[in-house]
């Protein structure tokens, strides 16, 4: 079987009790993307990662990881992944070295290579000169860093990276983002969950946003934005006199004021000109007239609380 997708899900679901934590999730993840993963708190994003991983089974669905059944052959999937953890997953009483080599034992590579790969990896996640210091004396970025570096240790193909910059302050999270751009350009694949937008925008070739364990919208940031306004196009414009006007004379989807000065018009085509020539017709004077592209916050905060700021 040819796989395009390095990760893919056919109806993903888990149920606690009376919780349906994923919902019928259909994912496709192409290798060798950073695939973000945005979704409010509770959204089931690392109940999807654990499924993924082969560490929760699901209770509806299947789920692929470079074409490998994960329910059928998770042993595996996890020689070919990498998982950092929300929370947890360390010693405090080891140090950063020992942590490392422990955690090759798992994966039953040899004494001499485990040392040798976990120098390369404390030198990549800039903890070189703290690989004898025992974790227990981390600061949280230090220990996020380690969490990574322990991620790589068997060189996975695929990477997971469950909220990677959470508790991190600005230069933590700015170093993960690099760390996750380097991964990306040595070929990996890097699934990561966030529910930081602007960190998702800045890293990620693809976007999936999940909510209530449903994908709600996937794909490139610009496929996105064009599925979200349904191809149409989203005018502002702004006049120097208060609007007034009932009725715009043209057919367009919809439009509204936004506030004394400014409208917003959803039309099928480009009619900015139309506009224009319309409104100063009726004697406005035009301060600016523009297309607009949503942000992904817009579409997030739209698709997953709807106008009113109330929770679909
Ligand atoms: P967060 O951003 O808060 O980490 P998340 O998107 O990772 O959230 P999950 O941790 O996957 O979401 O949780 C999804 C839903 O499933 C939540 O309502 C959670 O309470 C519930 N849930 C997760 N694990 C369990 C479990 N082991 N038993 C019962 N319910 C669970």
Redesign the pocket.
């Known amino acids: 079987m040819i796989t395009v997708y390095i990760i893919e899900t056919e109806d993903l679901t ?1 149920v ?2 009376d ?1 349906t ?2 919902d019928g999730l259909n994912l496709r993840v192409k290798k060798g993307i950073v695939y973000g993963f945005l ?10 990662i654990m499924m993924l991983l082969g560490l929760v089974q699901p209770t509806k669905g299947r789920a692929f990881v470079n074409g490998i059944n994960v329910q059928e052959n998770p042993v595996e999937v996890k020689k070919i992944s990498g998982l950092m953890p ?1 929370e947890g997953g360390l010693y405090p009483n080891l140090s950063a070295i020992d942590n490392l080599l422990y955690f090759a034992k798992f994966y039953h590579i040899p004494r001499k290579e485990a040392e040798k790969k976990a120098k390369e990896l404390l030198a990549l996640v800039g903890l070189k000169d703290r690989a004898n210091t025992k974790v227990g004396n981390f600061s949280t970025g230090m220990k996020q860093r380690l969490l990574l570096a322990q991620a790589l240790i068997n060189d996975p193909e695929v990477i997971f990276l ?2 990677p910059t959470s508790g991190l302050d600005p230069k933590g999270a700015v170093e993960m983002r690099n760390l996750i751009k380097a991964l990306k350009n040595e070929g990996k694949t890097i699934f990561f ?1 966030s ?1 930081i937008l602007p960190e998702v925008e800045e890293v990620s070739d693809e976007i999936g946003i ?1 909510s209530k ?1 449903k994908l709600l919208i996937s794909g490139s940031q610009k496929e996105i934005k064009k599925k979200f306004t349904k191809g149409m196009h989203i005018i502002t414009v702004e006049t120097r006199e208060p609007v007034e006007i009932t009725d715009l004379g043209f057919e367009v989807f919809e439009w509204r004021k936004i506030d004394e000065n400014r409208i917003v018009v959803y039309a099928a085509e480009d009619i900015r000109e139309e506009l224009h020539g319309k409104l100063e017709g009726e004697g406005y004077t035009i301060i600016d007239i523009h297309l607009h592209e949503p942000s992904l916050e817009e579409v997030f905060m739209e698709l997953v609380y709807g106008y009113g700021g109330e929770r679909k």
């Open positions: 888990k606690y009790g919780i934590a994923v979704g409010p708190n509770g959204a089931g994003k690392t109940t999807t929300a469950d909220e969950s529910h999940i364990g």
